[in-house]
């Protein structure tokens, strides 16, 4: 079977992969076999993945792509791309004619373009290259980018494209690479693109609604790699996939004042900071990458009172950190930390996670070389989520100091069925911290470490209420609450048999027993350094309880003492009186005081304090008597009745021993009576006696 070929064919050139170097050949010589043929036929219509404009397969990727358009290429333009002669004006018209053609795509073969000046594109006009190693756009000119949109060129509604090409620059100055002005851009898309050695940013997005990078490269520039803009005009929707930041000077990926942000894959290595996000919203990094950056592997940070809100840092890992794996800071909210590592930070390197004052920060499963550093904002790691336990370790989440230091620690236990729950509560109501689970009854406990102290405190730390500790205790407080009617309970319990409850005040303090609205119905005073005490012993039945002094001195005063010129009573059960110890004044001197004595000896009732001389009045009420069933004996001194009568209803008055005096003049005081055997003798006047002759019975 012949082949017949097209006579059209005559006139082509050698076809892709022949070896044949004959510039053009007859027909038959042309295509000696199949392959020939079918490397004809890919002249005219492109191969899969064609770079080459005019071809069929080409133009049929640019409709699939949305680039469809007519092709302007830079060399049909005069453009050489020898890196060596001036190819500025070529471009620039190519992108002209674009323009005024409508649109189109401005393309760049093979070939590395020597420019002069900035090369300026236009909305809804593409920039493509055959590959961003084999089309390099050269801008040999300090402080000129490579690459620029104007701010407000063409139309309202713009879309712009540009890719599989590289811009380079000198490696000084101030330019970017590429650099797109805002508004009115809205949708922009930027893939498979390389910018380097600029003094600027590298790639510079400013503005567009929509922003999409895919395997972009900003390397060894001297600000920012990449740096998504949306201070002047308001960025959403942002997406970047396995873009790369590396060696640049301040950030690798910066994005700014930016919603609805999403970054997959990326990279950000040997840079100062490798992602920063500031005042960004709604923002996700998925399995990212920072290695070897100088000050933080990842900053999230909020400015002013726009913030940073709802940032998602998941699978993030950090590498050889200079200073701070993770530092959130400023007015960051809802940053969570999910999955996240920070691993072999360099030495001298400061933190794994630092929170700022104002930031608040979750973490979830995620883990670090350094506690995190929380600076006064909000850090925590919680294990659950929808029902379902994300760890299988023991220690499943903590709440950490200001030091990274856990300040709550939530275990676990094998086959746990009770747990504990926080409840929150509407206005006017109280929040609950309690156990729940399947048992019927749970307890809880509140465990302190070592010897430390269990405490209860209002909301600027002051104390309220504190359960200490001891080494190895056994003992413990009980607090039982009643039933209607009954009282309740605040005792001791624990293992030993016999457990005793000490209510101690601090330094000088008095222990206090109240009513319900604080009035003191009981109150033990403090001194300092007490080693006597008060104290009550109960009895059994038939037996007397006891309230006594103890301590460690060998004899000790009980004193019950009234205040101002209050009385000290002993009552009955009932209230009535059976004794009472009134003071006359309130700052008596002078006292009652009560002897006992050995077994032989009678007790005393005398007259005692500061003054020397001190009488000893017994008064009966009104009409009342003074009365006694056994002797009255005076020892010393005299017993004088200074109203009334002295009468002996029974019983006799008895003067044991007598000193007559000597004569009628000797010393006596009116009223004395004495005797002798022959005598009665009575002094009617001071040292006056008179006598009478006792006769014989």
């Known amino acids: 079977m ?20 004959l510039a053009s050949v007859p027909h038959d010589q042309q295509h000696s076999n199949a392959n020939d043929a079918i490397e004809a036929i890919e002249a005219v219509i492109g191969k899969t993945g064609s770079t080459v404009p005019s071809s069929l397969m080409y133009r049929i990727a640019q409709l699939e792509s949305g680039q469809s358009g007519q092709v302007f290429n830079v060399k049909d333009y005069g453009a050489i791309g020898n890196d060596t002669a001036d190819d500025t004006n070529a471009i620039q018209d190519a992108y002209d004619a674009a323009d005024a053609a409508g649109g189109g795509i401005v393309y760049y073969p093979v070939g590395t373009y020597k420019t002069t000046d900035v090369v300026e594109m236009y909305p809804s006009v593409a920039s493509r290259g055959a590959g961003r190693d084999i089309s390099i756009l050269h801008q040999t000119v300090i402080n000129k980018a490579a690459l620029h949109l104007a701010n407000g060129v063409g139309e309202t509604v ?22 797109i002005e805002g508004r009115p851009l809205d949708y922009l898309f930027i893939k498979r693109v390389t910018a380097s050695d600029f003094g600027g940013i590298g790639v510079h997005a400013m503005g567009a609604i929509v922003t999409s990078m895919e395997g972009v490269i900003g390397v060894s520039c001297g600000v920012d790699g990449i740096f998504v803009d949306g201070t002047d005009s308001f960025t959403t929707s942002v997406s970047m996939i396995s873009c790369y930041g590396n060696a640049n000077t301040v950030v690798g990926v910066h994005v700014k ?14 840079n100062d900071i490798g992602y920063h996000l500031l005042d960004c919203f709604a923002s996700t990094l998925n399995g990212c990458g920072a290695e070897a950056n100088t000050s933080d592997s990842y900053r999230v940070e909020g400015s002013g009172t726009f913030g940073s809100n709802g940032v998602n840092l998941v699978g993030c890992y950090s590498f050889d950190v200079g200073d701070i794996g993770f530092n959130i800071i400023g007015f960051a909210v809802g940053v969570n930390l999910i999955g996240c590592h920070d691993n ?29 550093h929380n600076d006064g904002g909000i850090y925590s790691e919680p294990f659950n989520i929808d029902g379902s336990s994300l760890f299988n370790d023991v220690k499943l989440a903590s709440i950490k100091d200001t030091s990274g230091l856990a300040v709550l620690a939530i275990n ?25 689970g399947t048992d019927t009854n749970i307890n809880l406990y509140l465990v302190s470490k070592g010897t430390g102290n269990i405490r209860m405190a209002r909301a600027n730390g002051d104390v309220l209420a504190e359960i200490s500790n001891i080494a190895s205790s056994v003992n413990s407080l009980a607090f039982i609450p009643a039933a209607t009617g009954n009282p309740v309970q605040f005792g001791a319990a624990g293992s030993n048999t016999n457990v005793g409850l000490n209510l101690f005040a601090k330094g000088t303090g008095n222990i206090r027993f109240t009513d319900n609205v604080g009035n003191i119905i009981g109150q033990i005073t403090g001194v300092a350094s007490p080693v006597n005490y008060i104290y009550q012993e109960p009895k059994a039945t038939l037996g007397s309880p006891l309230v006594g002094v103890a301590g460690t001195d060998t004899n000790i005063s009980f004193y019950l003492a009234a205040k101002g010129t209050g009385g000290v009573r002993l009552a009955k059960g009932t209230g009535e009186i059976i004794a009472a110890f009134e003071a006359a004044t309130a700052t008596p001197e002078n006292y ?50 200074t109203g009334g009568d002295v009468s002996i209803a029974s019983g006799r008055l008895i003067k044991g021993t007598s000193t007559p005096p000597a004569n009628a003049a000797a010393a006596g005081t009116a009223g004395m009576i004495e005797w002798d055997n022959g005598f009665l003798y009575v002094c009617i006047s001071a040292n006056t006696w008179k006598r009478v002759a006792i006769a014989t019975w």
């Not at 012949?2 to 170097?21: A, C, K, Q, R, Y």
């Not at 700022?356 to 350094?370: H, K, L, N, Q, W």
């Open 592 to 641: 009652l005081e009560f002897t006992a004595v050995d077994a032989g000896n009678g007790v005393t009732m005398n007259a005692a304090g500061s003054d020397t001389n001190i009488h000893l009045d017994i008064n009966a009420k009104g009409t009342g008597q003074i009365r006694t069933d056994s002797d009255i004996k005076l020892n010393t001194g005299d017993l004088i009745v």
């Open 344 to 372: 072999d930070p360099h030495a001298g390197a400061s933190d794994s996670v630092y929170i700022g004052p104002d930031a608040v920060v979750c973490s979830i499963g995620s883990t670090f070389a350094t506690a995190p």
């Open 412 to 436: 676990k236990t094998a086959l746990a069925v009770n747990g504990f729950q926080i409840t929150n509560a509407a206005a006017g109501g109280s929040p609950l911290f309690g156990p729940a």
């Open 2 to 21: 012949s082949i017949v070929f097209p006579g059209e064919l005559d006139t082509f050139t050698n076809p892709v992969g022949t070896t044949d170097t």
């Open 158 to 179: 713009a879309s712009l494209f540009i890719e599989d090409l590289s811009v380079e620059g000198t490696g000084t100055g101030t330019a970017d690479g590429i650099h």
């Open 257 to 270: 004042k930016a919603t609805y942000i999403s970054m997959m894959g990326g990279a950000a290595d040997s």
